[in-house]
């Protein structure tokens, strides 16, 4: 059975930083497409980077520059570094994966939850 799990959300201060991170079991993910999304309080789910196989990123406009995203396919799990952390960062932050037909919706974005593999989520809490 595939399981994701994240960790690493809390509570920080504007300005701050925090470290998501997502471990998989189940199956191995080197050959899978790998994505964060988010889903703020009152708002649809939405991507906030994704990681493909060859290493090339597609990240939202509003997280460039502050969240880098990296695999470690040894220890079968992805990461996400948030700096500069704001406010209208407060969400609830989710691993996904996908692989064959499923990893063109999750480049996209598109990925649908009951499609791919999902993690629980982690909360993420940025106080002004």
């Known amino acids: 059975q595939v399981q994701l799990v994240e960790s690493g959300g809390g509570s920080v201060q504007d300005g701050g930083s925090l470290t998501l991170s997502c471990e998989v079991s189940?199956?191995?993910?080197?050959?899978?497409?790998m994505a964060w999304f988010r889903q703020r309080p009152g708002k649809e789910r939405e991507k906030v980077v994704i990681l493909g196989t060859n290493g090339l990123t597609n990240a939202a406009d509003s997280v460039k520059g502050r969240f880098t995203v990296s695999r470690d396919n040894a220890k079968n799990t992805l990461s996400l570094q948030m700096n500069s952390l704001r406010p209208e960062d407060t969400a609830m932050y989710y691993c996904?994966?996908?692989?064959?037909?499923?990893?063109?919706?999750?480049?996209?974005?598109?990925?649908?939850?009951?499609?791919?593999?999902w993690g629980q989520g982690t909360q993420v809490t940025v106080s002004s």
């Open positions: 189940g199956h191995t993910s080197s050959s899978f497409c």
């Open positions: 996904a994966e996908a692989s064959g037909t499923l990893a063109y919706a999750l480049w996209s974005g598109e990925l649908k939850p009951d499609s791919g593999y």
